[in-house]
């Protein structure tokens, strides 16, 4: 079985400019999370899905960031408009109760 | 704010040493996970454990969780290159939402 798919691997972009990361969650899986990673923060929670419907998002940062999962087996993270402070591996995972699965991550550069 | 702080925060040690990660938080977790993360790629759980006292071994590694379910230990016997990596730990709080500590990276010389 394919794990979580997350594209793009890697996105370089000017500053002001949309970006918009996706994520295809393991079939079958009934949660979805989106995390942030940087040296400085850490791994971050920023917002999670249970059945499509998203439960906490007190980790998004700012109004700047949206998610949304129109369906079980697609999410998006949108930044508009992106700042340079944005630059951080971006990770999606998904669970079954308590075991999540990450995927590899999408690598955003902001110039 | 539950926080989970982990120590050493980084960790050099020849190939056969045994070595000890702490993660500590003052608050009480339901369950607690670890992870390990290789560069490029994302966490992968290592094990999950839910009661107090709770001892569970995989392979070379060991993993206790405290008593008062707010901390954890990962003890890895005979290290092996192959064990280097960011080690996370993760503490549930919330209906299965983690929170994970800063993080111990461990390097592993042959």
């Known amino acids: 079985d394919a794990g979580v798919i997350q594209s793009p691997r890697h996105e370089v972009t000017e500053m002001g400019q949309e970006v918009t990361l996706r994520c295809k969650p393991i079939?079958?899986?009934?949660?979805l999370f989106w995390y942030r990673q940087t040296m400085m923060r850490g791994l971050e929670l920023l917002i999670y899905?249970?059945?499509?419907?998203?439960?906490?998002d007190s980790g998004m940062p700012e109004d700047r960031f949206s998610a949304k999962m129109p369906n079980a087996s697609f999410s998006t993270l949108k930044i508009q408009p992106s700042e340079p402070r944005d630059s951080a591996v971006y990770f999606c995972a998904s669970s079954m109760r308590y075991e999540q699965y990450f995927g590899p991550g999408t690598r955003l550069t902001v110039t | 704010t539950q926080l989970l702080e982990q120590s050493p925060q980084f960790l050099s040690i020849q190939e056969g040493e045994n070595l000890t990660v702490y993660c500590n938080s003052s608050s009480v977790f339901s369950s607690l996970q670890w992870y390990r993360q290789e560069p490029g790629e994302g966490p992968v759980l290592l094990v999950t454990v839910v009661t107090g006292g709770e001892v569970k071994k995989l392979k070379r590694l060991t993993f206790q969780f405290g008593d008062a379910r707010k901390d954890s230990s990962l003890h890895i016997t005979a290290a092996q290159p192959g064990d280097t990596g960011l080690y996370l730990c993760a503490g549930e709080g919330g209906t299965y939402k983690y929170i994970f500590g800063t993080g111990t990276r461990l390097k592993v010389l042959a």
């Open positions: 899905f249970n059945n499509n419907v998203p439960i906490d």
């Open positions: 079939s079958g899986h009934n949660s």
